[in-house]
């Protein structure tokens, strides 16, 4: 079975992501959890460009008239699921800064009133 052009140019850039996420993981730049999700994404670019017909399945199942919106879809509710993680996670490193600051002061006041203790 011959591919077309398009199942060409997903399997590409399904490989290249591939390839970016690994070289990331090996230099560092990005931790295995969130690797094997983007693992995942690139795997699905692969699958869902080299069987084309997917779509129309995946649409009919579903009572969706027009599947070729289904992938725009996808990536919406995936962006705006990152975007709330990515604000849940903020959320957390400001609570652990905020207490990290407290400790912080409340170390100082003991170091000075010991200071001053000392100098009496």
């Known amino acids: ?13 399904a490989t290249v992501i591939a390839g970016c996420i690994l070289l990331l993981v090996r230099r560092d730049y990005l931790i295995q959890r969130d690797a094997v999700k983007w693992l995942l994404l690139a795997l699905a670019i692969l699958l869902y460009g080299l069987n084309p017909g997917l779509n129309d399945i ?7 008239s027009y599947p070729p919106i289904i992938p725009l879809l ?7 699921i990152k975007l709330l993680l990515a604000d849940i996670e903020r ?7 905020t207490r990290l600051i407290q400790k912080v002061a409340i170390l100082e006041a003991k170091i000075d009133d010991n200071n001053q203790h000392l100098k009496e």
């Open 1 to 13: 079975m011959p591919f077309s052009n398009p199942q060409i140019v997903s399997a590409v850039l």
């Open 58 to 64: 995946i649409g009919f199942e579903l009572g969706i």
């Open 74 to 80: 996808i990536g919406f509710a995936v962006v705006l």
């Open 91 to 97: 959320a957390r490193l400001q609570m652990s800064v």
